[in-house]
């Protein structure tokens, strides 16, 4: 199997993570902000795997912004069960967004497009 169809999985992959996620976001609190956000996800996944130029890297922007902009509150109240599945989403996010970033297989994948 080629470096560039492990990249296409890997961002099919983290396409499907981000959007189980935004559909967990939307039971543990619905909210227009988190139908806009799975909307929002679903796009930057579509666009990864249809190879839109650059998309890995604004789809890794994307996560770590969300991780920068809610974890100041996840770590305040980590008391609560929801904000520790949050700070569990968080890490995975900054994962995600480094393997999109660094990852040979997944830069692969976007230099054949």
Wanted: aromatic letters at 12%.
């Amino acid at each position: 199997m080629g470096h560039s169809v492990n990249g296409r999985n890997l961002c099919g992959l983290i396409a499907g993570y981000m959007v189980i996620k935004g559909i967990l976001n939307l039971i543990l609190g619905f909210s227009g902000f988190n139908v806009m956000m799975l909307a929002v996800s679903a796009g930057l996944g579509f666009g990864m795997l249809i190879r839109f130029r650059y998309m890995n890297y604004i789809t890794a922007a994307f996560l770590f912004v969300m991780v920068v902009i809610h974890i100041k509150d996840n770590i305040t109240n980590i008391g609560l069960n929801v904000h520790i599945v949050y700070l569990i989403e968080a890490v995975i996010d900054v994962v995600c967004a480094f393997k999109l970033v660094a990852d040979r297989d997944i830069r692969e994948w976007f230099d054949h497009s």
